[in-house]
């Protein structure tokens, strides 16, 4: 085939494509492509060729950003991370980075972002820049997944960094932080970021309301300042019911309850986020005075949470555990709220469960469950399947706190067991000490 014939079938003038083949013109990214439709070859036959393309002539990122853009779109990340060792032998490039890997991960390229981040850190590791918490802070969320364990590795990693984020990454990164130990029961910690969140919003929401205008080129949070003095009430009262402390949960709650008291705003979004604070004050009040020991408001409580649908799940599986703690006979709220166990919705108007939350609550109310069947002296076979049924999902989301628990259950109830459910709980033992070795290796691997 002559040059004009391919020029014609791929779309390139000839004289361009002449050029390209005597290697007197870089080819572009565009070009790249038009050349391997032309020949009939999938589009990334030449992806590998071209990484020394990009590097043969003066290096141009108007090239190498579409590249990157389209390795990362084929999931080539192999050929991002060659990319991006190339660029970084020249500090220069190390913005530019920085800059795809905002737009990489807006755009939902997540693992390739994560190469561009963890480049960009690698490079700045000495600094002390914004550049590099940010950095930090995308690579957190993005190794944020089900195993607890792993979340609770690279929280405390980058636990080091939150504090040189701007005011406005730092309240979001902080909620992203309490999520991640509340998921491990790490209460007390919880309640330190949560008087830290409360520290920042307070300071800026004075600032704010004492301000007439926003500056230009002023970081917004992703939800309004008040949300997040809320929500740092809401995670102090939460830390500590958690810890048994219900009296000072309930102080919490009174605060996060009425903030219409002192929100400014009046807006509908304003209206819906205190609103909706007003009515979880609610439930916890209800909830607290229940696992005081005040089991008189207990159908009360049910009969409120029963209009807040997206919350049936996680109150039934507190009310579990108050029948546990006071000996009550709550059959008739489990059956009058079957079908939202375990509730499939992570969403609620202003407030999210993230499915590694829910999935972590639905293991404990599994083994709670399982307890109170006990307790009840009903069905202890459907109660062992109860517990291994919750030993599953723990070692799914690697749980160790849930884990334990149904181990400890299962062992005191394995007589009620029969040889089914005692084989199925060898094969469980056997994935348990599976993590436990893995466990002993990325310990290990960290020293």
């Not at 004289?15 to 032309?38: D, E, F, V, Y």
């Not at 819906?272 to 020991?293: C, D, H, K, P």
């Not at 166990?341 to 108007?349: L, M």
């Not at 202003?350 to 999935?359: C, N, R, S, W």
């Amino acid at each position: 085939m002559i040059h004009s014939q391919f020029a014609d079938i791929s779309g390139i003038n000839s004289g361009t494509l002449s050029r390209i083949l005597q290697g007197n013109k870089p080819i572009s990214m565009r070009q790249l492509i038009a050349i391997t439709a032309g020949m009939g070859l999938p589009e990334d036959y030449f992806f590998e060729d071209y990484i020394e393309e990009c590097f043969s002539f003066l290096i141009s990122i108007r090239r190498i950003r579409p590249f990157i853009f389209r390795c990362a779109e084929l999931d080539r990340l192999e050929y991002v991370e060659q990319i991006v060792n190339r660029l970084l032998e020249d500090l220069s490039y190390v913005s530019v980075l920085f800059d795809m890997a905002e737009e990489l991960f807006s755009n939902n390229r997540r693992l390739a972002a994560r190469i561009l981040y963890k480049g960009v850190s690698e490079a700045e590791k000495y600094q002390h820049s914004e550049r590099l918490a940010l950095c930090q802070y995308r690579l957190f969320l993005i190794e944020l997944g089900d195993d607890l364990e792993e979340n609770l590795r690279a929280a405390t990693q980058f636990e080091l960094y939150v504090n040189r984020l701007d005011e406005a990454d730092q309240l979001e990164a902080l909620k992203q932080l309490m999520h991640v130990f509340g998921m491990v029961h790490k209460w007390p910690k919880v309640d330190a970021l949560a008087k830290e969140m409360h520290r920042i919003a307070t300071i800026q929401y004075e600032l704010q309301c004492r301000s007439e205008r926003i500056e230009e080129g002023q970081k917004l949070t992703e939800r309004p300042l008040y949300y997040y003095i809320l929500y740092a009430y809401l995670a102090r009262a939460t830390a500590s019911e958690e810890c048994g402390d219900y009296n000072r949960a309930l102080t919490f709650v009174d605060l996060y309850a009425n903030g219409e008291s002192w929100v400014q705003e009046k807006d509908e979004e304003a209206s819906q986020i205190v609103g909706q604070f007003a009515e979880w004050g609610v439930a916890n009040t209800y909830l607290y005075r229940l696992m005081s020991g005040e089991v008189e408001v207990l159908n009360e409580y049910a009969d409120y949470i029963a209009s807040q649908e997206d919350e049936i799940f996680i109150a039934v599986r507190h009310i579990v555990q108050a029948a546990n703690l006071y000996g009550l006979n709550v059959d008739s709220i489990l059956e009058r709220f079957a079908a939202y166990i375990p509730y499939q919705s992570d969403k609620t108007e202003f407030g999210e469960y993230k499915p590694a939350i829910l999935k972590e609550s639905y293991a404990q109310f599994l083994s709670d469950l399982a307890v109170y069947r006990f307790n009840q002296s009903k069905d202890t076979i459907t109660a062992i399947k109860l517990v291994l049924e919750g030993l599953n999902i723990s070692i799914t989301i690697n749980s160790g706190k849930n884990i334990i628990t149904c181990m400890t259950l299962f062992e005191q109830y394995r007589d009620c067991a029969d040889l089914e459910a005692k084989e199925k709980y060898k094969k469980l033992s056997s994935e348990v000490q599976r993590l436990n070795a893995k466990k002993s290796v990325v310990l290990l691997d960290s020293m």
